[in-house]
């Protein structure tokens, strides 16, 4: 095409081929293993190495990491409007006509192939929301040691797997047949997944947290679940942004939970009906973000035995690291 080709664009080229190959759950190329991770080549691996290689911090970012199917989009939203609290009217909010992804980009979206396209990410005012699905042993220094936050959600292993297993087969090109619910639970287990092995995403963002709880918050989709104005409050103040009295008086923290919950996002036009571009070649429905919204789902889907195996795993791969689903 004649544009200049950048250096980790390259890289990626040379370093795709030699990589370890497993199946793909949603589309049609496989998944690539990548420094212990498995990844999709063209959405994941070639982001991961732009950002390895190009991304510039600033001290100022927040991030949102997260596996999919966390509850990625809920907290996009709770922290969107968190942040912008004070200059966004509830009745004509942005999250009430724009998607939460459209509001809170994911980092890996703003991946350039060449010189003529220039990133968006420069003109974005600060505090940049950034989201990423990637492990944190996979970011790049700079990242770990700026003064930028991250926010991780993680979840009950089996409603992650379910979650994931149902939206993949939403999103299987029609000619291959849907992935069985035995095949997507033996690659969840073997790791096999995008961004799995899940156990050692969700072990790496709890040990970084336990050493810098200052740097990132960790957080549970069942807390949120339980008690969202009250995670809500917290994740103010982690971000120094804490709710005044006034505020308090006002309920401001529960109407911000209110407009995000899952049947107000659900119920909106644009997650109903509307489309988002992730990327040139990602163009997604909104709704299929949103399909239960509930904890505890995975155990109207899974046999018994796939029950007691996850529970099992979880335990033996948790164990001795104070966290518990
Ligand atoms: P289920 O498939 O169990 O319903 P992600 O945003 O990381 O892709 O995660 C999607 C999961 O979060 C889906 O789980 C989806 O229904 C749920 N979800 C989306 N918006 C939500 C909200 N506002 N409140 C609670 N859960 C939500």
């Known amino acids: 095409s004649g ?5 980790y664009y390259k890289k990626y080229r040379e370093i795709l081929p030699t990589l370890p190959v497993g199946k793909a759950w949603m589309i049609a190329e496989h998944l690539v293993q990548y420094q212990g991770f498995w990844l999709s080549p063209n959405l994941a691996l070639k982001a991961v190495i732009w950002i390895q290689d190009e991304f510039k911090v600033q001290p100022t970012d927040i991030f949102l990491a997260s596996f999919p199917k966390t509850g990625t989009t809920w907290l996009k939203a709770l922290i969107f409007a968190t942040i912008n609290r004070t200059h966004c009217d509830f009745s004509t909010h942005p999250l009430l006509t724009r998607s ?3 509001c809170f980009p994911f980092l890996e979206a703003y991946v350039h192939e060449s010189h003529e396209t220039i990133s968006g990410l420069d003109a974005l005012p600060p505090p940049r929301l950034l989201a990423t699905h990637f492990p944190h042993t996979l ?9 930028c936050k991250f926010i ?4 009950d292993p089996k409603d992650v797997l379910v979650s994931t297993w149902l939206f993949s087969n939403k999103l299987r090109p029609k000619e291959l047949p849907p992935l069985s619910l035995q095949e997507a639970f033996e690659l969840f287990c073997q790791g ?3 961004f799995g092995p899940y156990w050692d995403h969700v072990l790496g963002y709890w040990k970084w947290s336990l050493e810098n709880p200052e740097k990132i918050l960790f957080l549970k989709y069942e807390d949120l679940k ?6 809500v409050k917290r994740l103010a103040e982690f971000l120094g942004v804490h709710f005044s009295l006034e505020e308090e008086g006002k309920g401001v923290a529960q109407e911000i939970t209110r407009l995000c919950s899952f049947e107000s996002l659900s119920n ?9 571009k992730f990327k040139s070649d990602l163009v997604l429905y909104n709704n299929i973000f949103f399909r239960k919204g509930q904890t ?14 996850l529970d099992k795993t979880t335990q033996e791969k948790l164990a001795g690291s104070g966290l518990t689903f």
Do not use: F, W
Not at 3 to 7: D, F, L, S, V
Not at 152 to 155: D, V
Not at 226 to 231: G, T
Not at 268 to 276: A, I, M, P, Q, S
């Open 3 to 7: 544009a200049i080709e950048m250096a």
């Open 100 to 102: 939460p992804h459209e």
């Open 139 to 147: 970011l790049p220094n700079s990242m770990i040691t700026s003064g």
């Open 152 to 155: 991780y959600i993680c979840r």
């Open 192 to 194: 096999i997944s995008h």
């Open 226 to 231: 339980k008690d969202p104005s009250a995670v």
């Open 268 to 276: 909106l036009e644009v997650n109903k009906t509307k489309t988002y």
């Open 296 to 309: 505890g789902d995975s155990k109207n889907h899974l046999t018994n035995e796939m029950i007691q195996h």
